[in-house]
């Protein structure tokens, strides 16, 4: 095979991919998330990356974000296989796996999804067309208990505060409590109503006031006494309210319990924000958004959600109300990297790099490497006999914290340069005992 | 939003997906193979799902099973963008990724991927249109040490060997010691022949003898002489060929080599097969198949894979070399699903449920289930203060191995019925120190 012509590829828009010193990690994060989610109970599932467009636009508002699959030679059997697209969430996928194996499934059901998914949208720092969602949800038969409403925030809080990146702050509200408000005004719109409250982020309230007087055709009075509830906080200012009708009280009430849920993290973790309005129409009750107070440069929510009433209704003829939240993973993960806050100081798994002095100790480094790895160590032997100076170069390049001379029996940890002289096996013990 | 109508979705054929408790399976032997894996210092990588097209069909075979993206509502700026298509390996991206980021890798270059790949061929058991590879390979820059040849089988070994799917045996081969013969006869289109000899497993040697002779135009004699030497086995019988030229001399040292370094491993499970000749131009010395032998419904080879000359020749003007095996992971779990030999018996990570006695003992049971957390548990609070039996059923349901009653504090081992009393923080205690 000749060297005729080089093509030199470029990074396809959008869809990310890191050096594997970033992707060690990623998958850490990935790992403790993970872990968290297991350690309240939530099972896996992984649906596939493609789900029929007839399922994916079922709802009808994201289908310009939806890649479609054709295979590059398609023949005419082809013509008959439904159309498929990449999945651009994991609800989606999750509705329509809930409806096909709901007699083979356990309620209530608490999975966790951590996949990837995709969405034809302009890429930006922060918006790719490929990345992972790490959700969980929990659905149920006909009723579910408020209690896991409290569970979502507890669970996320800990998935991202072990990340180290700074304080976490849950901001939760309950739609129940402005919907009542609305109603009890009679505004029958709803939509352009929350959907200008959903905008106090951005604008001052004068501004939003006239807004919902202009475009929303309410009062004066009314815009006011919509502004004031949204800046109502804290439990006790919360139980204050004076609720107008059963879906005020109703909201009154489960925000006032899932807050009081949570009391045991810390103040600044849970805020009661009646201006989160979220989804518009998807969500029925409890909402949820998350901002990390020490990264200036993460602006939106790191993880949203809230509470459903009814997960797959298109699907199936059972009523499955349930409660949901999803971190933006990559999105999180790639700011995070951007502005320089993720440290990396390894690019290999590898714990313990066994220098090979010889060709003749082959066998001994093998074997020394060998029993490493029965304890619990990630190990490479040096892949030929080249001076101790270029062995250790590697390790050092690659980040690995310590070098073995098999035929000495003795030991080096790199970041602080100790030298032991010492058996593998009771090295491996003192280390093992640490 | 009232319940219209219906629409019962159908899987998508060739794309699975598993019930929890299998998914909960399928995540161990993940888990395990990429422990493995990380335990010899390779590192992971994680490419796009997505590829250009024009790095997809380098290789100009394989484009018939490509699945091209579309976004569903393009708009004209789309035009402009690259055309691309799903990876259908992991080993053309790991070669456009090694040559867009050589600058910044070190080498030799010890990477895995456990990823999902998507091929638009025709779907049946053990062959899907979306499926998980797990792959290793080493990659170094003009030279590549042997010594790497002989890692790929004792890493695959130990992976698989975890699975607890009975006897693995991996089949190695050396393709420059049939090539070499070929060449010593003067035949010089060795593929026709190569393919021929690649038969013997489905064929009697006779038939592939007529059909050397009769395709490809060898005299009976050369016929002979290519099957006398594809039947050797053993490093002994290896080491015995009387080489005709360089070529076969080096592949019968190589060879050889491989062999001696994994004597470490049972007799069964490492085994020269000159048969195995695999890919027929892109692998150019070492070459190995893997074989179930205590699974009869698997019977073509699970990981196989080689070393090669050069990994990414087509985008960057350096040499490469490197050799890798890859594992066909869905393929491997469907069948051996789909036959009974996996088990399973939990559907949920839960290790504990804790009892809710009452409304109450609400506060009480969630502090217990933060106690149990924090030393390690997976632990679920039951979501309602129904009866104990109900509450039981469940955790019998999802194969939950422990309850635990935080107001007697009893807990109770489902699996034997036994019954004590005993502080949770103590019940920690004893149950982690086993």
């Not at 005729?4 to 990623?26: A, C, H, N, T």
């Not at 209690?147 to 739609?175: K, T």
């Not at 009708?245 to 009661?272: K, T, W």
């Not at 502005?339 to 990396?344: A, E, L, P, W």
Request: with cysteine; aromatic share 8%; net charge negative.
């Amino acid at each position: 095979m000749s060297k005729k012509q080089i093509y030199k590829p470029k990074p396809v828009s959008g869809f990310p991919e890191w050096l594997p010193e970033i992707r060690m990690i990623e998958q850490q994060w990935l790992d403790h998330i993970r872990r968290v989610f297991e350690s309240y109970g939530y099972a896996s599932i992984e649906t596939p990356a493609a789900e029929e467009i007839d399922v994916l636009t079922a709802k009808g508002e994201t289908d310009k974000e939806i890649y479609t699959l054709t295979r590059l030679q398609a023949d005419e059997d082809s013509k008959k296989e439904a159309r498929i697209g990449l999945h651009f969430d994991q609800t989606v996928p999750f509705a329509r796996y809930t409806a096909m194996h709901f007699n083979e499934l356990d309620f209530p059901f608490k999975r966790y999804a951590m996949q990837k998914v995709w969405r034809g949208e302009r890429p930006q720092l922060g918006r790719m067309r490929e990345f992972y969602q790490c959700d969980i949800d929990v659905i149920h038969v006909d009723n579910l208990p408020l209690h896991f409403d409290a569970e979502m925030p507890a669970v996320i809080y800990e998935a991202l505060e072990g990340l180290d990146i700074g304080r976490i702050q849950i901001r939760i509200s309950n739609r129940k409590i402005l919907l009542g408000l609305l109603d009890a005004m009679g505004i029958e719109d709803t939509i352009p109503v929350t959907r200008t409250v959903d905008k106090q982020d951005k604008l001052p309230a004068n501004e939003v006031i006239q807004l919902l007087t202009t475009e929303c055709s309410l009062t004066e009075n009314q815009a006011h006494k919509i502004i004031t509830l949204t800046k109502v906080s804290g439990v006790d200012d919360i139980r204050a309210i004076t609720p107008e009708n059963d879906q005020m009280r109703e909201g009154i009430e489960e925000l006032a319990f899932v807050l009081d849920q949570l009391s045991h993290l810390p103040d600044e973790a849970i805020v009661a924000d009646l201006s989160i309005v979220r989804g518009l129409d998807y969500y029925t009750g409890t909402v949820y958004e998350t901002r990390l107070l020490d990264i200036p440069e993460f602006t939106s929510s790191v993880c949203s959600g809230g509470r459903y009433d009814d997960l797959a209704g298109s699907y199936i003829n059972k009523h499955l109300p349930g409660v949901g939240i999803s971190i933006g993973f990559t999105r999180l993960f790639d700011v995070l990297r951007h502005n320089g806050y993720i440290k990396n100081t390894r690019k290999t798994p590898t714990d313990i790099l066994v220098i090979l002095p010889s060709d003749n100790a082959r066998t001994l480094a093998t074997d020394t490497a060998h029993t490493l790895r029965e304890n619990g160590w990630n190990v490479e032997v040096y892949h030929a006999p080249q001076k101790i100076g270029k062995q250790i170069n590697y390790a050092e390049k690659k980040g690995i914290p310590h070098i073995y001379f098999p035929d000495l029996g003795e030991f080096k940890n790199l970041s602080n340069g100790e030298q032991t002289k010492i058996d593998a096996k009771a090295w491996i013990k003192k280390i093992g005992d640490d």
